[in-house]
């Protein structure tokens, strides 16, 4: 059925209540461009997209650049801590040394901060999807196709960002240049071990850098669905081999032939260069086999030159081969933020009815937070439930709750070292105020193994068999082995 562009209004009311905000952007992207799409041939159409959208652009685009400012920031202040620590270790071994590497480096760091990343197309840092998102609301805004304000509010973002990610870019190959520069002067010294800071600093940030990037890339629904949309229309193709960043780079099919034709007048053909290496060496067959040796030796040497270019701008120099960090393993949940480290977990653990306890079940829930790659630890909450002794005896009743901390572990594989420490109250509860009598709580010291296992791309299982250490001073006993089964969220 088709849907006039005047119905777009009613349209956002009744989707608000049956969609997700993403879902309903994505969708009034799709019905507000319907009076475009039936002829696209024609620019004279107007593609009507809503303030949401360029609000949900501007969101994403606003916080990369904010998490970047700030992660720059900070690492860029604790480089410039580090040399001032590095300055006062290599003077009292050589003062003059140590002098003619650290005098001025505050001034330097202060240039870093305040580089603007205003560089030539041939020295910004690429991204594709910063690229084509650019370049579909530019060929928006030139073709009128869109004469909403927010629009120019969100390429004036964009163009904030690349300038970021070029300054971003800049500091790393500074950093990764005075990373090495350190690295041979401390270690003619044999002071390589002090350097060992400063290095893993250097990585992280690298590696920073390297995720945000990354997060900005991976399109949300909202960006697919505009992508969709102006790839579609056939006059963004020959706009984009004009005007985007990679176009002006590389002559794309449909990028002007005659300003690329120009570009290659007075360049030497194949057949040229042939020509003048017979007229001057001869065309003999050890001459041709001389050549060709040359070549392949000055290929190898040009090789190793662009591996070592490349390696000094992706962070890899100096971390891989000879030049890698003694002894360090990078931690990938450093470059995290708080959230994204964080674990939501629950488990269940099931006992059967004694003489003091009927059947009971806890069920606990957890909130973690991963230390590093092998380890986490956190905290949570149970809820003890009493089931009765028996089928003919069914009962549901509150017999307790607790409070829990927990200490994960790895191994080896998916096995974990596991400890935690908790409270438990174990009386049936009638009223809130029980919960005063601090007595009635139970100490449990927990020590055992647990096996992980994933269920999905955000899931995890876990089984856990714990003993409980502290049990035999309980009173009365609690049962010393517990065995659980839980599952944790990221």
């Keep these: 059925m088709l849907i006039p562009i005047n119905n777009c209004n009613k349209l956002k009311f009744i989707m608000s209540n049956q969609y997700s905000k993403t879902a309903m952007l994505c969708l009034l992207i799709t019905i507000c461009s319907y009076g475009y799409s039936q002829d696209s041939s024609k620019a004279d159409k107007i593609i009507s997209i809503p303030d949401k959208v360029f609000s949900a652009l501007d969101k994403k685009t606003s916080s990369i650049e904010q998490r970047l400012n700030k992660q720059t920031e900070k690492y860029l202040d604790k480089f410039q801590k580090r040399e001032s620590k590095l300055r006062k270790k290599l003077w009292k071994k050589d003062s003059t040394l140590a002098k003619q590497l ?9 240039e870093l901060k305040n580089l603007t990343g205003n560089v030539n197309k041939y020295a910004a840092a690429y991204s594709g999807h910063l690229d084509t998102l650019s370049t579909a609301l530019s060929f928006l805004k030139d073709q009128n196709l869109s004469s909403n ?19 971003s870019d800049q500091i790393k190959k500074q950093l990764a240049l005075r990373e090495q520069m350190l690295k041979e002067q401390f270690q003619k010294l044999e002071m390589i071990k002090q350097l060992k800071k400063f290095r893993k600093d250097v990585y992280y940030y690298q ?8 997060m900005f890339e991976d399109p949300n629904k909202v960006e697919a669905k505009l992508m969709e949309l102006v790839m579609n229309l056939p006059q963004f193709k020959d706009f984009f081999a004009k005007n985007s960043m990679l176009g002006s780079l590389f002559a794309l ?5 005659t300003n690329t034709t120009a570009s290659l007048a007075g360049l030497q053909t194949r057949a040229m260069i042939n020509q003048t290496l017979v007229d001057r060496f001869g065309s003999s067959a050890g001459v041709t086999q001389q050549l060709q040796q040359n070549v392949q030796s000055a290929q190898a040497q040009l090789n190793q030159l662009k591996n070592k270019v490349t390696s000094y701008s992706t962070g890899s120099y100096g971390n891989t081969g000879d030049g890698e960090i003694p002894g360090f393993k990078p931690n990938t949940q450093k470059t995290k933020s708080f959230i994204q480290r964080l674990e939501y977990g629950a488990n269940v653990q099931s006992q059967k009815a004694r003489y003091f306890f009927p059947v009971t079940s806890d069920i606990a829930l957890s909130l973690g937070y991963k230390i590093n790659d092998r380890s986490s630890i956190g905290v949570g909450a149970s809820y003890k439930m009493g089931w009765g002794n028996n089928w003919n005896n069914i ?5 307790g709750i607790g409070f829990r901390s927990y ?9 974990y070292f596991s400890g935690g420490y908790e409270q438990n109250y174990r009386i049936m509860i009638n009223e809130v105020d029980q919960l005063r009598n601090y007595s009635a709580w ?10 992980k296992y994933k269920i999905s791309k955000k899931m995890k299982g876990e089984m856990k068999l714990l003993w409980d250490f502290m049990s035999y001073q309980q009173v009365p006993k609690a049962q010393p082995i517990f065995f ?3 599952y944790n969220l990221k």
């Design 484 to 486: 659980r089964v839980g």
């Design 442 to 451: 139970q100490t449990s010291g927990l020590i055992g193994v647990s096996k």
């Design 102 to 110: 650290f005098d001025g480096v505050d001034e330097k760091y202060g």
């Design 253 to 257: 099919p449909g990028s002007n032939a």
């Design 407 to 415: 200490l994960d572990w790895k191994i080896k594989g998916s096995f």
């Design 395 to 399: 009962n549901i009743s509150h017999q």
């Design 207 to 214: 590696q920073q850098v390297k995720e945000y990037k990354e």
């Design 149 to 167: 304000p927010a629009l120019q509010k969100t390429l004036s973002q964009y163009k904030e960002l690349q300038l970021k990610l070029n300054a």
